[in-house]
């Protein structure tokens, strides 16, 4: 009786940490695919990104005959080194309620965050820096 209770608790244990690594890794999708296309929550904007060197562009899909439609490019150079790019290292994080968003690379961690409010170039694609401990 005491094995089985050992083997059941040592089974829901196991299930209670798979869930909350399912968890964890929800927060940023990563694609196996080398051209990947996000949709603004916020906007109708779509944006294209490169998922082995960040580069990205806007896709803006007019509505009616007199809107701007097209694609904008925001980062046309490689993040990184052509010997560290593979595919899914870089993903986009939106933010439901906001016309900013994060480029992150999922190898190391850096992140850029990108305004959608304003005409895109380099000035509106900020590296973000760590916060000190002391703020």
């Given at each position: ?5 050992i083997?059941?608790l040592?089974?829901?244990?196991m ?8 968890q ?13 296309l ?19 562009k ?7 005959l007199?809107s ?22 870089f993903?986009?994080?939106?933010h ?15 992140a ?8 895109f170039?380099l000035?509106?694609h900020?590296?973000?820096s760590?916060l000190?401990?002391s703020e």
């Amino acid at each position: 009786m005491k094995r089985i209770m050992i083997v059941m608790l040592l089974f829901v244990s196991m299930a209670c940490s798979a869930q909350s690594q399912i968890q964890l890794d929800s927060l940023i999708q990563t694609y196996n695919t080398t051209w990947h296309l996000y949709k603004s929550p916020s906007t109708s904007l779509f944006f294209s990104l490169n998922t082995c060197t960040g580069e990205l562009k806007q896709v803006s899909l007019g509505t009616t005959l007199s809107s701007r439609r097209g694609i904008t490019v925001i980062n046309a150079r490689p993040l990184v080194p052509a010997e560290a790019q593979y595919k899914g290292r870089f993903a986009l994080v939106f933010h439901p309620s906001s016309h900013a968003f994060v480029l992150f690379d999922t190898e190391d961690g850096r992140a850029w965050e990108i305004s959608s409010r304003k005409t895109f170039s380099l000035d509106y694609h900020y590296q973000m820096s760590p916060l000190s401990e002391s703020e």
